[in-house]
C-alpha cells in the first residue's frame, strides 16, 4: 500500500476533527470538543504511519533514507510537526483554539500537498550532498521550530481578531497573548538548534559552516525577528498588538526562509 | 561620559534596534547578488545604481566594514549586559546556601502567613515535611520557641541566560578568528596530477600550500534515474620530496583533514580525454583501419604522407556528445580543422583525403574540485553552540525555587511566615504551596 494514500486519509480526519472543534465553539459542548480530539489523535497515528511507511518502502526500493529529503517530504513532516506540538501543548493548555489553528494548518498543507499537483510525490535517491547524519537532527529541529511559529502565528492573529472585532467566541487575549510567547520561546531554542545542526552539516559538506548563503541568510534574517520578540517581551514588557505584528513579520520570514528562497534567489539550498 | 556610554551599551533597545537593522540590512544583502565578479555587477545595474551599490560594499556585503561594526556593537551591547546581569545574579547564584533574612517575608512575591497553636515540634516537623515535598531539605535554625528554615533548588538555572548570550559573544569571536588567521578557496586537480596551488574565494588570489596534493582517482557514480549518486576523490599529500604522507578518499559530506587543513569534494569536470581509439575510413576503397592515440598529439597516418593531429577534446560539442578537434596536416595542404564525433554519428566528416574519422572510444580525462579550507575560529564556535544549547536547556527547564518558613510568637499564639519565590513560572509553585499546606498542616488553625 502507498504512503501517500495514508496521507490523504489523514487529510480528510483532520479536516472532520476541524469541523468539530468549529461546532464545539459555536454550541459550546465539552462532548464535541473531545470528539473532535480523538479525531485529532487519530489522524495523527495515521499522519505517523505514512511517514513510517515511506521510510520503509524508500528502503524497499533500494534507496532508504529518513523522508525528510524533498518539498513533498518536507510538507508532510511540517504538519505532522504542528501536530506533534499542538498534541503536547495541549496538555497545558487545553484551550480549543490552539486545536483549531494547529489542526486547520495541518490540514490546508496536506491538501495543498495533494491537490496542487506541482509537488511531487515519488520517493527519489538521495544525492550526495543529502546524505548525511545532519539530515534527520537538522530537518527535525527546524520544522518543529517552523510548527511553533505557525501555532504562535495563529495565536497572534486570533489575538489582533479578538482585540479588534471583540467576538465572544474567541477565549480571552491574554490565553493567546501567552500562548504566542510559550510558542515562540520553544520555537526560538528549536530555530536555533536547526541552524547549529545545519551548520554543523555545512560545515562537513560544504566546508564551512557559514557562508551567507540565501537560505542560511534568511534563518539567520527569521532568527533575529524572533529575538527581537523574546527581548521586547521580557526585558521591556511588551504585550499585545505590537507583540502580535511581531509575531506575524516572523512566520512570514519562516515561509520565506522555507519556500521563499527556494524560487527566488539563487543558492545552493536547490533542494527542500 | 562613561556612564553615559555604559547606560547605551546596557540597554535592550539597542539590542533590539541592532537585530532589526542586522534583518534589514542581511535581507538587502539575499536582494543583491553576492557570488558575483564585480565586472559581471557592473553589466547588471546602471552606472549609478551599481557606482551607489558598490559604494555601500553591497556586492560583498556581509564582510563589509559597517556590517562588521554592527556585529560589533552587539557584541559590546552583550559584554556590557552580561556584566550587568552578572552583578544581579552573582549573590543569587554563588552565595550562601543559608538565606535567614526576615525580610522575605514582607517582600516575596509569594506570601502567607497563618496563627497556629500547638507543640513546637510537631509543626517545625510538618512544615520540615512541607519544604522538603515543595523544595528539598531545609537549613534550620532553631531555638526554644521559634525555628526558620530555608530551602533552595535550581539556582544554577539562573546560569542560562548568561550562557546563553556569552555563547553568542564565542560564536562571534571565533567568527573573526576564522576570517583573520584563515583560509578557504579551491584546487582543481586533474586526475594522476599534484599541484599546491590553491585559488582563495573572493579575491581570487592564490595560495600555496606547504605540500602537494595528488589526486589518484576521481569517481562519479550514477543511480539508474541519471541522478548523482557519489563524488569521490582519492587524495594523496605529498611532500617536497615526493614521498606521500598520506592518503585518504574525499566524499561529499565525507571531508578530509590534515594537519588543521580541510579537503572537500566541491566540483569536478572533464579536463580531456586519454586512450582514443580513432576509426578512419577510406570512403574510395572501403579500407578501414582504426588508429590508438595516447593523448591529444600529431599521429602520422600509416598509408600516407599526412599527419592527423588531434587539437582539442569537448566533453560536449553543442549537445551532440564527444567530440575531438583534430586537423589533417598534409605535405603542401594547409591545416583544416574539423571535428571527430562519437562513431555512428552521421557528422563524422569526409574530408578531402576521402577518409571518415569516427571516434570509437576514449577514457575520460577528470579533474576534481577539492575545496581547501584552514578555520582554527572553528572550534570557539562549536563551543559556543554547545553552551548556547546548555543555556536554553537551563533557562526553560529549570527553575531557581526558594522557600522560607518562619515560626514566631508564644505557644498560645504561635505565628507560622512562609514566602516563597521562583524565578520562573510562579503560579505553579504557589499553587503546591497553598496545596500542601492545606494538606500536610495537621495543627489546629485558628482563622
Ligand atoms: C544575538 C544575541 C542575543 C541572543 C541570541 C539573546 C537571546 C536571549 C534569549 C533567548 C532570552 C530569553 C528570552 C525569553 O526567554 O523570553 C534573552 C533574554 C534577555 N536578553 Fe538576550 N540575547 C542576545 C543579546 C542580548 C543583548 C545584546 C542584550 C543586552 C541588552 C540582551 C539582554 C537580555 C536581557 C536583559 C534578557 C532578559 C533576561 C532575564 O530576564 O533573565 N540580550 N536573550
Known amino acids: 500500500m502507498n504512503d501517500t494514500f495514508f496521507v490523504s486519509i489523514a487529510t480528510f480526519i483532520y479536516f472532520f476533527s476541524f469541523f468539530l472543534m468549529l461546532l464545539c465553539v459555536i454550541f459550546?459542548?465539552?462532548?464535541?470538543?473531545?470528539a473532535a480530539l480523538s479525531f485529532a489523535a487519530i489522524g495523527f497515528t495515521i499522519h505517523t504511519v505514512s511517514i513510517v511507511l515511506r521510510w520503509i518502502l524508500s528502503y524497499q526500493m533500494g534507496v532508504g533514507h529518513a523522508p525528510l529529503a524533498n518539498f513533498y517530504e518536507s510538507l508532510v513532516f511540517f504538519s505532522w510537526s504542528i501536530m506533534f506540538v499542538y498534541l503536547i501543548a495541549r496538555n497545558r493548555y487545553p484551550n480549543v483554539f490552539i486545536g483549531i489553528i494547529s489542526v486547520f494548518f495541518a490540514f490546508i498543507i496536506l491538501s495543498y500537498t495533494s491537490l496542487s499537483g506541482g509537488v511531487d510525490s515519488a520517493i527519489k535517491p538521495l544525492i550526495p550532498a543529502l546524505k548525511s547524519n545532519w539530515l534527520i537532527s537538522h530537518v527535525i529541529s527546524s520544522f518543529l521550530a517552523y510548527a511553533c511559529f505557525a501555532?504562535?502565528?495563529?495565536?497572534?492573529?486570533?489575538?489582533?481578531?479578538?482585540?479588534?472585532?471583540?467576538?465572544?467566541?474567541?477565549?480571552?487575549?491574554?490565553?493567546?497573548?501567552?500562548?504566542?510567547?510559550?510558542?515562540?520561546?520553544?520555537?526560538?531554542?528549536?530555530?536555533?538548534?536547526g541552524i547549529i545542526t545545519g551548520a554543523a552539516w555545512a560545515d562537513s559538506a560544504w566546508g564551512r559552516y557559514w557562508g551567507w548563503d540565501p537560505?542560511?541568510?534568511?534563518?539567520?534574517?527569521?532568527?533575529?525577528?524572533?529575538?527581537?520578540?523574546?527581548?521586547?517581551?521580557?526585558?521591556?514588557?511588551?504585550?499585545?498588538?505590537?507583540?502580535?505584528?511581531?509575531?506575524?513579520?516572523?512566520?512570514?520570514?519562516?515561509?520565506?526562509t522555507y519556500i521563499g528562497v527556494n524560487y527566488l534567489l539563487a543558492g545552493l539550498h536547490s533542494y527542500l | 561620559m562613561t556612564g553615559k556610554l555604559?547606560?547605551?551599551?546596557?540597554?535592550?533597545?539597542l539590542t533590539v534596534f541592532l537585530f532589526l537593522v542586522l534583518a534589514a540590512t542581511s535581507i538587502l544583502g539575499t536582494l543583491v547578488r553576492q557570488d558575483l565578479p564585480l565586472e559581471t555587477q557592473r553589466s547588471l545595474y546602471s552606472p549609478t545604481v551599481f557606482s551607489v551599490l558598490n559604494f555601500f560594499n553591497a556586492f560583498d556585503m556581509y564582510h563589509s566594514w559597517w556590517f562588521t561594526a554592527l556585529l560589533v556593537l552587539l557584541a559590546l551591547n552583550i559584554i556590557v549586559c552580561t556584566r550587568r546581569q552578572f552583578a544581579r545574579i552573582g549573590k543569587l547564584v554563588f552565595g550562601s546556601r543559608e538565606h535567614f533574612d526576615d525580610a522575605v517575608f514582607r517582600t516575596s512575591p509569594i506570601r502567607r502567613k497563618y496563627p497556629v497553636r500547638g507543640d513546637i515540634e510537631t509543626i517545625?516537623?510538618?512544615?520540615?515535611?512541607?519544604?522538603?515535598?515543595?523544595?528539598?531539605?531545609?537549613?534550620?535554625?532553631?531555638?526554644?520557641?521559634?525555628?526558620?528554615?530555608?530551602?533552595?533548588?535550581?539556582?544554577?538555572s539562573r546560569l542560562g541566560m548568561p550562557f546563553v548570550h556569552i555563547s553568542v559573544l564565542l560564536i562571534l569571536f571565533g567568527g573573526v578568528i576564522g576570517t583573520l588567521f584563515g583560509f578557504i578557496g579551491q584546487m582543481n586537480i586533474i586526475e594522476g596530477e599534484q599541484s599546491r596551488e590553491v585559488t582563495l574565494y573572493g579575491d581570487r588570489e592564490t595560495k600555496n600550500l606547504e605540500f602537494d596534493v595528488r589526486c589518484d582517482k576521481f569517481t562519479v557514480d550514477f543511480y539508474e534515474t541519471g541522478m548523482p549518486r557519489e563524488y569521490r576523490s582519492d587524495l594523496s599529500i605529498v611532500d617536497r620530496g615526493g614521498e606521500t604522507l598520506a592518503s585518504n578518499a574525499v566524499r561529499v559530506n565525507h571531508p578530509f583533514v590534515y594537519e588543521g587543513l580541510k579537503f572537500c569534494q566541491a566540483s569536478y569536470g572533464i579536463a580531456g580525454a586519454l586512450n582514443y581509439l580513432v576509426g578512419v575510413r577510406n570512403e574510395e576503397t572501403g579500407e578501414k583501419l582504426n588508429l590508438r592515440i595516447d593523448a591529444v598529439t600529431e599521429m602520422s597516418l600509416p598509408d600516407g604522407e599526412a599527419v592527423l593531429v588531434l587539437a582539442k577534446?569537448?566533453?560536449?560539442?553543442?549537445?551532440?556528445?564527444?567530440?575531438?578537434?583534430?586537423?589533417?596536416?598534409?605535405?603542401?595542404?594547409?591545416?583544416?580543422?574539423?571535428?571527430?564525433?562519437?562513431?555512428g554519428s552521421r557528422f563524422n566528416r569526409v574530408r578531402k583525403s576521402g577518409l571518415t574519422f569516427s571516434l570509437k572510444d576514449f577514457d575520460v580525462l577528470y579533474y576534481t574540485g577539492i575545496q581547501v579550507s584552514r578555520d582554527p575560529g572553528v572550534v570557539f564556535v562549536w563551543t559556543g553552540f554547545i553552551l548556547i544549547i546548555l543555556g536554553f536547556v537551563l533557562h526553560l527547564f529549570f527553575s531557581h525555587k526558594r522557600v522560607w518558613v518562619k515560626l514566631s510568637g508564644s505557644p498560645e499564639n504561635y505565628e507560622l511566615w512562609v514566602a516563597a519565590s521562583a524565578d520562573k513560572n510562579r503560579k505553579a509553585l504557589e499553587e503546591k504551596l497553598d496545596g500542601l499546606i492545606a494538606g500536610k498542616l495537621a495543627v489546629e488553625q485558628t482563622t
Open chain 2, 6 to 13: 555604559v547606560k547605551f551599551f546596557s540597554s535592550v533597545k
Open chain 1, 28 to 34: 459550546k459542548k465539552r462532548f464535541l470538543e473531545r
Open chain 2, 124 to 156: 517545625r516537623r510538618e512544615s520540615d515535611d512541607i519544604v522538603r515535598e515543595l523544595i528539598s531539605a531545609p537549613a534550620t535554625k532553631t531555638s526554644a520557641d521559634s525555628f526558620f528554615m530555608y530551602a533552595e533548588k535550581g539556582r544554577y
Open chain 1, 151 to 193: 501555532i504562535a502565528f495563529g495565536s497572534s492573529v486570533l489575538y489582533l481578531i479578538k482585540i479588534k472585532v471583540q467576538p465572544a467566541i474567541v477565549p480571552d487575549a491574554a490565553t493567546l497573548d501567552e500562548v504566542t510567547y510559550r510558542m515562540i520561546s520553544v520555537g526560538f531554542v528549536m530555530l536555533t538548534l
Open chain 2, 313 to 343: 577534446f569537448l566533453p560536449d560539442y553543442k549537445g551532440q556528445g564527444p567530440t575531438v578537434l583534430a586537423a589533417l596536416v598534409g605535405p603542401g595542404e594547409k591545416r583544416d580543422m574539423f571535428r571527430i564525433f562519437r562513431d
Open chain 1, 215 to 256: 537560505k542560511e541568510t534568511w534563518s539567520f534574517i527569521t532568527w533575529l525577528i524572533y529575538g527581537a520578540f523574546l527581548h521586547v517581551h521580557l526585558a521591556r514588557g511588551w504585550r499585545g498588538v505590537k507583540l502580535s505584528l511581531i509575531s506575524i513579520t516572523g512566520f512570514v520570514a519562516v515561509l520565506f
